[in-house]
């Protein structure tokens, strides 16, 4: 057990991170993710940006700020409880607690860093652009002996020393990699022009170059080689790679809208977005904006259907809050095939009921149908403020019934009643690259033509859908275009194509949905009838504060695949809840609800007979819900009796309030990290040849050579959470972990 003592040689380097922080506004996030809850420290940094300090001044800040973060990583690698008992004890600097209970793709890394590029500027470009270029040769490089202080030497040998003495692992700690998020906003100071952005961009792009680097090392995974293939000693003790850029607010002002988009089109490829937030706006420049969309999502993907590496960007989550023209059009269309996205996030704004309808439409057809689910990376849906009623749900299922489903989504949003003179041509199609295509922009109600060659620069795009006139004598047809949605072309500008990626698709969407008004339960249930096949984890938010109710029943009938079942801000029958899941022989490994009687649950897992006590491995046990009828006493006697008998549940995670938290602790932590013996039936020569067919590196990468790589971690086959299932399966044993938590 290590104490603070062992690490009084940090001191000084928490009091010179203070002033840098305090300077700065520097802060730092303490995540907590779930199901273990193990914590990850999330620095959020601010470069220094005073104008009065010489420069000289602004160096050692720099300098302090890369040595002082790389020291803080190494220690969090060997305890990230050190870390954090190390910054509230010298009041480093503000640290925010998150408790989250879904799992998050940084949730197996300790530390990570943020840099807020673009905040506290001057007014004087001139500085600015040369603060923001150094800021990044600074502050995303690789540390070894010549460029650092004799001090951070020294603090490392002893870092070295202290992991010499533990069991966390036997490696040194030389040739760590820090993740580094580049967060690029408007300048706070540009409210009228794109001038400051593209300035911005230009330099981001610049300092991509690595002969821009002097002293330094700069990469990014695009072109750097994944850790599980480096050499275990390195030469260097800390690399910051960039990880991703960042573009939290991009919904601006026009001129700022319009050359965002054009710069996100263009931009280096060694970019990777992990969390990019969009605005389509504004809808007169539609064609910056389905050129953005061509950029990120719309490259052909490759042979054995994994994500393109030939364009290097990658988009992990695409988060629309306000459009409704023809870029969500053409944004939905490229979600239906796209390889490089895998969330999508969308909020709902104030539409009519003819928008909402066709949003709904085009949501159907390009998440939830059997083109898109055979072709499109996207595995993560949310949805926010949404509504349902008979005409949005009649609408979905013409769409998803349909053998042809874009003519049936060209009907829904052209309005069309009689498709007579209408056929859908199933073979498929490439456009000339100087095809000219017809567009109908809503704003101006008017036709527009464009360059299919100005929209589309990558070589290779996806095929297009043809909905065939039956009048072949027409010389323009409509066609269904990934990036632009639907448009007008010739027929003498069709080639045909032999593009068949399809791929088998098995149940891997997880869906989070949160109604701004309560569903009838008639309704909630038509909606998973529609959807509820492609669905592996189910996450639904009802309005707070009302008294609703959810057909279980309905649920595990409609989603016969479900794994996670979250529901949130309505209290569930546990009676109910138990004979569903036996009735529908439902494989549970998750469940987040709020029961009326946890004592029913408990007794569920403790039958080893029930289905429910052979599956679920993680229990998010909400008990501020509970109502009165069960005291506390009782909750917690049940709880404690469950894990004595219980051998299959891995989580445990129990909610109580504030108030509650000790007792709750002291009856439940002796169960916490119990080993559980599981598989025992299972001969270890069939063990061996089970886990033969996965490379060493896989199995047990050293612990500081855990995946990194978002872009290599989302290409695994099978990736991360497949593979822990998996040796949870073969290993003779598990530790299980109990939390108890306030919220």
Same mark, same amino acid.
């Given at each position: 057990?290590?104490?603070?003592?062992?690490?009084?040689?940090?001191?000084?380097? /928490?009091?010179?991170?203070?002033?840098?922080?305090?300077?700065?506004?520097?802060?730092?996030?303490?995540?907590?993710?779930?199901?273990?809850?193990?914590?990850?420290?999330?620095?959020?940094?601010?470069?220094?940006?005073?104008?009065?300090?010489?420069?000289?001044?602004?160096?050692?800040?720099?300098?302090?700020?890369?040595?002082?973060?790389?020291?803080?990583?190494?220690?969090?690698?060997?305890?990230?409880?050190?870390?954090?008992?190390?910054?509230?004890?010298?009041?480093?600097?503000?640290?925010?607690?998150?408790?989250?209970?879904?799992?998050?793709?940084?949730?197996?890394?300790? +530390?990570?860093?943020?840099?807020?590029?673009?905040?506290?500027?001057?007014?004087?470009?001139?500085?600015?652009?040369?603060?923001?270029?150094?800021?990044?040769?600074?502050?995303?490089?690789?540390?070894?002996?010549?460029?650092?202080?004799?001090?951070?030497?020294?603090?490392?040998?002893?870092?070295?020393?202290?992991?010499?003495?533990?069991?966390?692992?036997?490696?040194?700690?030389?040739?760590?990699?820090?993740?580094?998020?580049?967060?690029?906003?408007?300048?706070?100071?540009?409210?009228?022009?794109?001038?400051?952005?593209?300035?911005?961009?230009?330099?981001?792009?610049?300092?991509?170059?690595?002969?821009?680097?002097?002293?330094?090392?700069?990469?990014?995974?695009?072109?750097?080689?994944?850790?599980?293939?480096?050499?275990?000693?390195?030469?260097?003790?800390?690399?910051?790679?960039?990880?991703?850029?960042?573009?939290?607010?991009?919904?601006?002002?026009?001129?700022?809208?319009?050359?965002?988009?054009?710069?996100?089109?263009?931009?280096?490829?060694?970019?990777?977005?992990?969390?990019?937030?969009?605005?389509?706006?504004?809808?007169?420049?539609?064609?910056?904006?389905?050129?953005?969309?061509?950029?990120?999502?719309?490259?052909?993907?490759?042979?054995?259907?994994?994500?393109?590496?030939?364009?290097?960007?990658?988009?992990?989550?695409?988060?629309?809050?306000?459009?409704?023209?023809?870029?969500?059009?053409? *944004?939905?269309?490229?979600? +239906?095939?796209?390889?490089?996205?895998?969330?999508?996030?969308?909020?709902?704004?104030?539409?009519?009921?003819?928008?909402?309808?066709?949003?709904?439409?085009?949501?159907?057809?390009?998440?939830?149908?059997?083109?898109?689910?055979?072709?499109?990376?996207?595995?993560?849906?949310?949805?926010?403020?949404?509504?349902?009623?008979?005409?949005?749900?009649?609408?979905?299922?013409?769409?998803?019934?349909?053998?042809?489903?874009?003519?049936?989504?060209?009907?829904?949003?052209?309005?069309?009643?009689?498709?007579?003179? %209408?056929?859908?041509?199933?073979?498929?199609?490439?456009?000339?690259?100087?095809?000219?295509?017809?567009? %109908?922009?809503?704003?101006?109600?008017?036709?527009?033509?464009?360059?299919?060659?100005?929209?589309?620069?990558?070589?290779?795009?996806?095929?297009?859908?043809?909905?065939?006139?039956?009048?072949?004598?027409?010389?323009?047809?409509?066609?269904?275009?990934?990036?632009?949605?639907?448009?007008?072309?010739?027929?003498?500008?069709?080639?045909?194509?032999? %593009?068949?990626? %399809?791929?088998?698709?098995?149940?891997?969407?997880?869906?989070?949905?949160?109604?701004?008004?309560?569903?009838?339960?008639?309704?909630?249930?038509?909606?998973?009838?529609?959807?509820?096949?492609?669905?592996?984890?189910?996450?639904?938010?009802?309005?707070?504060?009302?008294?609703?109710?959810?057909?279980?029943?309905?649920?595990?009938?409609?989603?016969?695949?479900?794994?996670?079942?979250?529901?949130?801000?309505?209290?569930?029958?546990?009676?109910?809840?138990?004979?569903?899941?036996?009735?529908?022989?439902?494989?549970?490994?998750?469940?987040?609800?709020?029961?009326?009687?946890?004592?029913?649950?408990?007794?569920?897992?403790?039958?080893?007979?029930?289905?429910?006590?052979?599956?679920?491995?993680?229990?998010?046990?909400?008990?501020?819900?509970?109502?009165?009828?069960?005291?506390?006493?009782?909750?917690?006697?049940?709880?404690?009796?469950?894990?004595?008998?219980?051998?299959?549940?891995?989580?445990?995670?129990?909610?109580?309030?504030?108030?509650?938290?000790?007792?709750?602790?002291?009856?439940?932590?002796?169960?916490?990290?119990?080993? *559980?013996?599981?598989?025992?039936?299972?001969?270890?020569?069939?063990?061996?040849?089970?886990?033969?067919?996965?490379?060493?590196?896989?199995?047990?990468?050293?612990? !500081?050579?855990?995946?990194?790589?978002?872009?290599? *971690? /989302?290409?695994?086959?099978?990736?991360?959470?497949?593979?822990?299932?998996?040796? +949870?399966?073969?290993?003779?044993?598990?530790?299980? !972990?109990?939390?108890?938590?306030?919220?």
């Amino acid at each position: 057990m290590m104490t603070l003592e062992q690490w009084i040689f940090m001191a000084q380097w /928490c009091a010179d991170m203070q002033a840098v922080f305090t300077a700065t506004g520097s802060t730092a996030t303490v995540w907590k993710w779930g199901p273990d809850f193990r914590p990850a420290i999330q620095f959020t940094i601010i470069p220094p940006r005073d104008s009065k300090s010489k420069p000289i001044e602004r160096e050692q800040q720099l300098q302090t700020l890369r040595e002082g973060l790389a020291l803080f990583d190494a220690v969090a690698w060997i305890d990230a409880d050190v870390l954090i008992a190390i910054l509230k004890t010298n009041d480093v600097c503000r640290l925010i607690d998150q408790e989250e209970s879904h799992m998050f793709v940084l949730s197996e890394i300790p +530390a990570f860093v943020e840099i807020e590029v673009t905040r506290k500027l001057t007014k004087d470009s001139s500085t600015d652009f040369a603060w923001i270029h150094d800021d990044l040769v600074s502050l995303c490089c690789r540390l070894d002996e010549p460029n650092t202080s004799k001090s951070f030497q020294e603090a490392w040998e002893k870092l070295e020393a202290i992991l010499g003495t533990t069991l966390y692992e036997s490696q040194p700690l030389m040739g760590l990699e820090v993740p580094v998020r580049i967060v690029v906003g408007k300048p706070e100071y540009s409210k009228a022009s794109g001038t400051a952005s593209r300035r911005v961009w230009d330099v981001i792009k610049n300092v991509l170059r690595t002969d821009q680097i002097g002293w330094g090392w700069f990469s990014s995974f695009s072109a750097h080689p994944s850790t599980l293939d480096r050499r275990p000693k390195s030469s260097f003790y800390v690399s910051y790679v960039v990880d991703a850029i960042n573009i939290p607010n991009a919904r601006t002002l026009s001129g700022v809208s319009v050359t965002l988009m054009k710069l996100i089109a263009d931009m280096s490829s060694d970019a990777v977005f992990s969390d990019l937030r969009l605005c389509l706006v504004p809808r007169r420049n539609s064609q910056y904006a389905c050129r953005m969309i061509s950029a990120l999502l719309c490259d052909k993907a490759s042979p054995d259907g994994t994500t393109t590496d030939q364009r290097g960007v990658t988009c992990f989550g695409v988060d629309v809050q306000d459009c409704s023209g023809l870029e969500m059009d053409g *944004l939905l269309s490229a979600l +239906a095939v796209t390889r490089s996205c895998r969330a999508f996030t969308l909020t709902f704004s104030r539409y009519s009921e003819a928008q909402t309808k066709k949003m709904w439409a085009w949501l159907a057809y390009a998440l939830f149908s059997h083109q898109s689910r055979s072709s499109s990376s996207v595995k993560e849906i949310s949805i926010f403020n949404a509504c349902l009623d008979n005409d949005i749900l009649d609408s979905m299922m013409k769409i998803l019934k349909a053998n042809d489903s874009e003519t049936e989504l060209l009907a829904v949003c052209n309005k069309m009643e009689d498709l007579a003179g %209408y056929a859908q041509d199933l073979r498929d199609y490439e456009l000339r690259g100087d095809t000219t295509v017809q567009v %109908y922009e809503v704003i101006d109600d008017r036709v527009v033509s464009w360059k299919y060659a100005d929209i589309f620069k990558q070589k290779e795009a996806f095929p297009v859908v043809v909905i065939n006139h039956i009048d072949i004598s027409s010389k323009w047809v409509d066609a269904l275009v990934p990036g632009i949605g639907f448009c007008k072309v010739q027929r003498s500008d069709l080639i045909l194509c032999d %593009y068949m990626n %399809y791929i088998e698709f098995e149940p891997d969407l997880t869906l989070e949905i949160h109604f701004l008004e309560l569903p009838k339960i008639g309704h909630l249930a038509r909606f998973l009838r529609l959807i509820g096949k492609h669905l592996c984890c189910l996450w639904i938010h009802l309005p707070s504060g009302v008294c609703s109710k959810v057909g279980i029943p309905s649920i595990f009938k409609f989603c016969p695949f479900l794994m996670e079942l979250a529901l949130h801000n309505v209290i569930i029958s546990a009676a109910t809840f138990v004979w569903a899941c036996t009735f529908y022989r439902m494989k549970l490994r998750r469940v987040e609800c709020h029961f009326d009687d946890v004592r029913i649950i408990t007794t569920a897992l403790e039958n080893c007979s029930t289905t429910l006590a052979r599956t679920l491995c993680w229990w998010h046990c909400d008990l501020k819900w509970m109502p009165h009828v069960v005291s506390d006493a009782e909750a917690l006697d049940a709880l404690a009796q469950m894990l004595t008998r219980n051998k299959v549940l891995h989580y445990l995670t129990v909610v109580v309030k504030p108030s509650r938290v000790d007792a709750f602790r002291s009856g439940l932590m002796q169960f916490h990290l119990t080993i *559980l013996k599981r598989n025992g039936n299972l001969q270890i020569p069939s063990k061996l040849a089970f886990l033969s067919i996965f490379p060493s590196s896989v199995i047990r990468p050293p612990v !500081k050579q855990l995946v990194k790589n978002h872009r290599r *971690l /989302c290409q695994l086959t099978p990736d991360t959470p497949v593979i822990k299932r998996i040796f +949870a399966f073969a290993a003779d044993c598990t530790v299980r !972990k109990v939390n108890v938590i306030s919220s």
